[in-house]
């Protein structure tokens, strides 16, 4: 981790309320949009972050990005430990035990852990990829109308993909038609047929990792 120089908090409070203002709108643009072993291993960084006038909104942000990150490692059993801090830490949070700057300073020690864990992880399968990227797309399109059981789905998308598939089928007309025709089976029968960025996606992701 960068030493932190000890100047930091005074260098802070110098800047001039312009100054610090613009750099919390950079923090909100960059910082969030660049992975998390940046944020993590940058000590001003994570002070900017942690100072920021709004602390809820930071909060959900850094919470997304480590979600994502623990899903691409669905069957490891390290990752699973760090998923249910992280909804132990939403929950704890939504019964305002933990105010918006705890749980934001909670969100970043997460984030820490799950980096380091990353840096000792097995490589990720292209099989395993690609469930975690359908699986992070079913739960962004789930809503009240759509109760479904996404591990479910994603099972079976990948079972039936992976039946009809052959090595080069990106390339061929009967390729891409057989794997289309498999993935709009198995969501119609999800009743998510109708939804067609979802089949899009789903379809990229598919194309991508199988």
Not at 15 to 44: C, N, Q, W, Y
Not at 70 to 85: I, M, W
Not at 179 to 184: F, P, S, T
Request: proline share 2%.
């Amino acid at each position: 981790m960068k030493p932190s120089t000890g100047t930091g908090k005074l260098l802070w409070h110098a800047l001039g309320a312009k100054t610090i203002e613009l750099i919390h709108e950079h923090v909100h643009v960059d910082a969030i949009r660049d992975d998390l072993d940046t944020l993590v291993l940058d000590a001003d960084l994570l002070e900017a972050v942690l100072g920021t006038p709004d602390p809820k909104k930071k909060a959900k942000e850094i919470e997304i990005k480590v979600a994502r990150r623990l899903r691409r490692h669905l069957h490891d059993a390290r990752f699973k430990e760090l998923g249910e801090r992280l909804e132990d830490l939403k929950e704890r949070h939504e019964r305002g035990l933990l105010i918006s700057v705890e749980f934001l300073k909670e969100l970043l020690n997460l984030a820490k852990d799950v980096v380091a864990a990353e840096q000792t992880a097995a490589p990720i399968e292209d099989k395993e990829r690609g469930k975690a990227a359908l699986t992070e797309l079913l739960e962004e399109s789930r809503n009240a109308d759509t109760p479904i059981m996404v591990e479910r789905v994603v099972n079976d998308i990948d079972e039936i993909v992976r039946y009809v598939r052959f090595d080069g089928w990106q390339n061929t007309h009967a390729g891409q038609r057989e794997v289309k025709n498999a993935l709009r089976r198995t969501l119609f029968k999800y009743k998510l047929h109708q939804d067609q960025e979802l089949f899009d996606r789903a379809y990229g992701y598919i194309r991508q990792y199988y």
